[in-house]
């Protein structure tokens, strides 16, 4: 009877297309399942086109579905195998004839029993009390692991304080008064717990199975993304050395035309200064001949004292400014340097901030520099009390009103500036602080510029978070809320921002990096680096440094 529940169950996990027990189980959408490799086929016959069919119910699907292994189905399949490997492995020790397949062993007989043969066992009071497990070929491990070693008998009892299985002289004895129950109810309980255990074992193999494919097509994504931007960069790249290449050309043919034109204006010139020597050669040799002969009257009636009339010889332009050295090129190369050296820290940073999936925090300063960022001052912004310098790198305070144009965009009360570049991602800077009167801060484009309202200060409102300098007094504001910081002995200052995560956190730079305060929250738009700046103090946005790589 065991053995026809088997070979029902069988043929309930065998697959309708190869009619095989199913071997790595797939399910797809119907509900119906199918060998993966016999599926595929069946899907990948060249008259198989969408949509695609379930061989048995015939439901249609637009799209192939996603095939993914059935774990579950899977290990059943995998016990069903086992148990009748085990079951056909194993013969009844009473048949005489033919042997019939065990379907329980007895530990008190040590003996393997067919379901005929079996049947003295459940019908004889004699045999009530005798063990009975699935059939195996060894009891005697059986016999065992179910005994006590310390008093022969059946391991019964499960006492709940040690957690063990006991017999009934331990309990009596060893585990006198602890808290025991049977084992069948211990067993019922445990495989309950199991389930329950199952149950979430597979929730989180599902999860994480959803993750693994969501990172694939993360990958996917991000390769198919990557090669757009190389495509992308390679047609603007191939544009501009084009445009360049058609700027040479013009810049070719406008001096060579000129130097045309001026060698055959040269040329021409040259001609007619010929012609005019070959004249004047000619009325000097006869002005000599005059000169020399002795006849009066020849001399008198000559008309060779009359010159002939020419053109003003035209100023010729002498060496070295006889050249076209004055038409520099090396500045416009310069120009080109500095734009593209300013593009491509912003495109790294940009780069640097495509991830699959989110990475770790930086914690060392190699980490860190990965995400340097390249930073200038903007003069629109700057108090007039604020003078710049180093190439808008460099901002002191020496509390003189400058001459600087009206701007909407300039704080006119307080001693603030703003950086040009906007931030988002992940951003790295450094300062060097002089003076006793300076802040670190960020601030969203919106805070006020005009008036000395707390909306145009940095960090009293919640549009700008600030650091504070002052005398040697570390302080971080936000809103209006203060927190006070220990004291920190390095003048550079380090500020890394992780604007997707809402991070914003200073470091105290040496030959270390020391966290001074880290602030958590989210930020709903792009970022400014801003600074304040007191009588008397100066901060310097540092170039990117060197760090070794241990």
């Given at each position: 009877?065991?053995?026809?529940?088997?070979?029902?169950y069988?043929?309930q996990?065998?697959?309708?297309?190869?009619?095989?027990?199913?071997?790595?189980?797939?399910?797809?959408?119907?509900?119906?399942?199918?060998?993966?490799?016999?599926i595929?086929d069946?899907?990948?016959?060249?008259?198989?086109?969408?949509?695609?069919?379930?061989?048995?119910?015939?439901?249609?699907?637009?799209?192939?579905?996603?095939?993914?292994?059935?774990?579950?189905?899977?290990?059943?399949?995998?016990?069903?195998?086992?148990?009748h490997?085990?079951?056909?492995?194993?013969?009844?020790?009473?048949?005489?004839?033919?042997?019939?397949?065990?379907?329980?062993?007895?530990?008190q007989?040590?003996?393997?029993?067919?379901?005929?043969?079996?049947?003295?066992?459940?019908?004889?009071?004699?045999?009530?009390?005798?063990?009975?497990?699935?059939?195996?070929?060894?009891?005697?491990?059986?016999?065992?692991?179910?005994?006590?070693?310390?008093?022969?008998?059946?391991?019964?009892?499960?006492?709940?304080?040690?957690?063990?299985?006991?017999?009934?002289?331990?309990?009596?004895?060893?585990?006198?008064?602890?808290?025991?129950?049977?084992?069948?109810?211990?067993?019922?309980?445990?495989?309950?717990?199991?389930?329950?255990?199952?149950?979430?074992?597979?929730?989180?193999?599902?999860?994480?199975?959803r993750g693994?494919q969501?990172?694939?097509?993360?990958?996917?994504?991000?390769?198919?993304?990557?090669?757009?931007?190389?495509?992308?960069s390679?047609?603007?790249?191939?544009?501009?050395?084009?445009?360049?290449?058609?700027?040479?050309?013009?810049?070719?043919?406008?001096?060579?035309?000129q130097?045309?034109?001026?060698?055959d204006r040269?040329?021409?010139?040259?001609?007619?200064?010929?012609?005019?020597?070959?004249?004047?050669?000619?009325?000097?040799?006869?002005?000599?001949?005059?000169?020399?002969?002795?006849?009066?009257?020849?001399?008198?009636e000559?008309?060779?004292?009359?010159?002939?009339?020419?053109?003003?010889?035209?100023?010729?332009?002498?060496?070295?400014?006889?050249?076209?050295?004055?038409?520099?090129i090396?500045?416009?190369?310069?120009v080109?340097?500095?734009?593209?050296q300013?593009?491509r820290?912003?495109?790294?940073?940009?780069?640097?901030?495509?991830?699959?999936?989110?990475?770790?925090?930086?914690?060392?300063p190699?980490?860190f520099?990965?995400y340097?960022c390249?930073?200038?001052?903007?003069?629109?912004?700057?108090?007039?009390?604020?003078?710049?310098?180093?190439?808008?790198?460099k901002?002191?305070?020496?509390?003189?009103?400058?001459?600087?144009?009206?701007?909407?965009?300039?704080?006119?009360?307080?001693?603030?500036?703003?950086?040009?570049?906007?931030?988002?991602?992940?951003?790295?800077w450094?300062?060097?602080?002089?003076?006793?009167?300076?802040?670190?801060a960020?601030?969203?484009?919106?805070?006020?510029?005009?008036?000395?309202?707390?909306?145009?200060?940095?960090?009293?409102?919640?549009?700008?978070?600030?650091?504070?300098?002052?005398?040697q007094k570390?302080?971080?504001?936000?809103?209006?809320?203060?927190?006070n910081?220990?004291?920190?002995?390095?003048?550079?200052?380090?500020v890394y921002?992780?604007?997707?995560?809402?991070?914003l956190?200073?470091?105290?730079?040496?030959?270390?990096?020391?966290?001074?305060h880290?602030?958590q929250t989210?930020?709903?738009?792009?970022?400014?680096?801003?600074?304040?700046?007191?009588v008397?103090?100066?901060?310097?946005?540092?170039?990117?440094?060197?760090?070794?790589?241990d």
């Amino acid at each position: 009877m065991a053995e026809s529940s088997g070979s029902e169950y069988q043929e309930q996990f065998s697959c309708p297309i190869c009619l095989d027990p199913l071997k790595e189980p797939v399910t797809i959408p119907c509900g119906h399942s199918y060998c993966m490799n016999c599926i595929n086929d069946c899907w990948g016959q060249k008259d198989q086109r969408p949509p695609y069919r379930c061989p048995q119910c015939r439901e249609t699907f637009t799209q192939r579905p996603v095939l993914k292994k059935n774990t579950v189905l899977a290990e059943m399949m995998e016990k069903l195998q086992k148990t009748h490997l085990q079951n056909a492995d194993v013969l009844c020790d009473f048949c005489i004839t033919e042997k019939n397949s065990a379907v329980k062993s007895c530990l008190q007989c040590l003996a393997s029993y067919c379901e005929i043969h079996l049947q003295p066992h459940y019908q004889s009071p004699a045999f009530m009390k005798h063990k009975l497990i699935k059939a195996t070929t060894h009891i005697q491990e059986n016999i065992q692991d179910n005994d006590c070693l310390r008093h022969g008998k059946p391991l019964d009892i499960y006492c709940q304080d040690d957690s063990q299985c006991i017999c009934y002289l331990c309990m009596i004895d060893i585990h006198k008064g602890h808290n025991v129950v049977s084992v069948e109810s211990k067993l019922t309980d445990k495989k309950k717990e199991l389930r329950e255990t199952q149950v979430k074992c597979q929730e989180m193999i599902q999860e994480r199975e959803r993750g693994q494919q969501e990172l694939i097509d993360a990958v996917t994504s991000f390769k198919i993304s990557a090669q757009e931007a190389l495509e992308d960069s390679e047609k603007v790249f191939s544009e501009l050395i084009c445009s360049l290449e058609e700027r040479y050309s013009e810049m070719k043919d406008l001096i060579r035309s000129q130097e045309k034109a001026e060698i055959d204006r040269a040329e021409n010139l040259n001609k007619q200064l010929d012609q005019e020597l070959t004249e004047l050669r000619q009325r000097d040799e006869e002005i000599q001949k005059l000169l020399m002969t002795d006849n009066q009257v020849h001399i008198l009636e000559s008309s060779v004292c009359v010159l002939p009339t020419f053109e003003d010889i035209p100023n010729i332009i002498k060496y070295p400014h006889l050249s076209f050295k004055d038409i520099s090129i090396p500045p416009f190369k310069e120009v080109l340097e500095k734009i593209w050296q300013q593009e491509r820290t912003k495109i790294s940073r940009e780069v640097s901030n495509v991830h699959v999936a989110e990475p770790p925090e930086p914690k060392t300063p190699y980490e860190f520099l990965k995400y340097f960022c390249y930073l200038q001052l903007d003069p629109n912004t700057a108090n007039k009390t604020l003078i710049l310098s180093e190439v808008n790198r460099k901002v002191i305070n020496h509390s003189v009103a400058q001459q600087y144009p009206d701007h909407l965009e300039r704080f006119d009360w307080y001693c603030n500036v703003l950086c040009k570049e906007s931030l988002c991602g992940r951003c790295y800077w450094e300062v060097e602080c002089s003076g006793n009167d300076c802040a670190i801060a960020v601030s969203y484009k919106g805070i006020g510029r005009k008036g000395k309202s707390e909306d145009c200060r940095l960090g009293s409102n919640n549009k700008s978070w600030r650091l504070s300098r002052n005398n040697q007094k570390f302080s971080f504001i936000h809103d209006r809320k203060q927190v006070n910081l220990p004291a920190v002995c390095s003048s550079r200052i380090g500020v890394y921002l992780d604007h997707r995560a809402g991070t914003l956190s200073f470091y105290s730079v040496s030959d270390t990096m020391t966290l001074i305060h880290r602030v958590q929250t989210t930020f709903t738009e792009p970022l400014y680096p801003a600074f304040a700046i007191g009588v008397g103090s100066s901060v310097t946005i540092k170039e990117q440094r060197r760090v070794q790589v241990d």
